[in-house]
């Protein structure tokens, strides 16, 4: 008798292709090797201390009780500050801008707030891995369309093809992971074009925006007033600040689009952090820290690279993000992800297999590592990678 009391009721997943992901596989390892973990993107390092301090002070201020539901007034004021300086768009702070819990919710909030049952959503792939899993639970349709494999740029004639009258959003992720390619203007301009006689609408994540090497620009989807239009811009203070564990994010969109994401952001998490948004916003008046961030990273990679070159690793271009992908052919005949389970427990360094990022699995014999790390981090595995 007690034995039926106690019965769970069988669900039919809403997930069925969702198990344990890549990340977690490779940092459980990493950690029963002892080995250094390049594998998962986040810092081994601390953030800056005046952040802290300013969170700490909005805490001590007592500015702990539910801020309001898009964001603190100020951070919002100084989100919408920052991307007119940097990409000459304005949004209004009061509608166009809402501070998220994180960059993840950011995109699942967006897509639950457009895509409806039956709606196609285009995915360039490799891509990040809530992108798909997002859009299952919206009740869409998933459209993989790859980037040209090798190089990993767009490649506009298969994204043309797969747009239809059931397409109702395409999202783009630039600067790329797992790939480290950045879009260019041209690039930009094709999809602006592409994009124009068409209701289809554009998540743009751009997570990694403040870390493009070599001079190069970050081209926001802001900068283009035809995709801006049609947008939802995504981005992380986490990733910017190196507090990747605050899970604080922001959204820009045009007012009508805005008014829609806020909708289902209000029952999905209601609001964010109060401290966090505090300090953030008094952090936030002195630039420096962002526009210093291409030459902080670019060291790092470049440390990075050069101690690559002392192995058989055919090293792939790192245009942005804090990633850098390398070719294994010369290395191992092992598929990507036997070679990163054998690399991390025979070599003593974690990876990620680039088929990870990919609905089927795609093999092009490519790992990405992640160099946000301290310099003696970088070093340590740098050394242990020289055997190879």
Same mark, same amino acid.
Request: net charge negative; aromatic share 8%; proline share 4%.
């Given at each position: 008798m007690s034995s039926n009391l106690a019965r769970t009721p069988i669900l039919q997943t809403k997930l069925p292709s969702v198990g344990t992901t890549i990340f977690t596989v490779m940092s459980a390892l990493a950690t029963e090797k002892g080995a250094v973990n390049l594998g998962q993107g986040f810092p081994d390092f601390d953030c800056d201390p005046r952040l802290v301090r300013a969170v700490t002070e909005a805490m001590t201020q007592g500015l702990n009780q539910y801020p309001p539901m898009p964001g603190v007034p100020t951070l919002r004021a100084a989100v919408a500050a920052k991307m007119e300086a940097m990409y000459g768009h304005s949004y209004d702070a009061a509608s166009e801008i809402t501070i998220t819990a994180g960059a993840?919710? *950011?995109? /699942?909030?967006?897509?639950?707030?457009?895509?409806?049952?039956?709606d196609e959503v285009i995915v360039l792939e490799p891509c990040y891995d809530s992108y798909v899993p997002n859009i299952e639970l919206a009740g869409g349709t998933v459209v993989r369309v790859p980037l040209?494999?090798?190089?990993?740029?767009p490649d506009f004639?298969?994204?043309?093809?797969a747009i239809n009258g059931k397409t109702r959003a395409l999202l783009i992720n630039s600067p790329h992971n797992p790939s480290a390619t950045i879009w260019s203007n041209?690039?930009?301009?094709?999809?602006?074009?592409?994009?124009a006689p068409t209701d289809v609408l554009l998540?743009?994540?751009e997570v990694y925006e403040h870390m493009v090497f070599d001079g190069q620009e970050h081209q926001s989807a802001a900068r283009f007033p035809g995709l801006a239009?049609? *947008?939802? /811009?995504?981005?992380?203070?986490?990733?910017t600040y190196h507090v990747t564990g605050w899970k604080v994010g922001y959204v820009a969109a045009p007012e009508p689009l805005m008014a829609e994401f806020r909708k289902v952001h209000q029952f999905n998490v209601f609001t964010v952090n109060t401290p966090v948004q505090h300090g953030l916003a008094a952090y936030m008046a002195d630039p420096q820290p962002h526009l210093q961030l291409p030459a902080f990273y670019q060291r790092k990679r470049d440390l990075f690279r050069q101690?690559?070159?002392r192995t058989k690793f055919k090293i792939l271009?790192?245009?942005?993000?804090?990633?850098?992908?390398?070719?294994?052919?010369?290395?191992?005949?092992?598929?990507?992800?036997?070679?990163?389970?054998?690399l991390t427990t025979e070599i003593g360094v974690a990876a990620i297999p680039l088929s990870a990022f990919y609905g089927n699995g795609f093999d092009q014999r490519v790992v990405r590592f992640c160099f946000g790390k301290k310099e003696e981090t970088l070093h340590a595995a740098l050394e242990r990678l020289a055997k190879l």
């Open positions: 993840t919710q *950011a995109i /699942i909030t967006a897509i639950l707030a457009v895509v409806r049952p039956g040209t494999p090798g190089s990993f740029r004639d298969k994204i043309s093809a041209q690039d930009m301009l094709k999809l602006q074009e592409l994009l998540i743009s994540d239009a049609r *947008a939802f /811009i995504v981005s992380s203070f986490g990733k101690g690559l070159q271009p790192s245009e942005g993000s804090y990633f850098q992908c390398v070719d294994i052919s010369e290395v191992s005949k092992l598929g990507e992800a036997e070679f990163c389970k054998w």
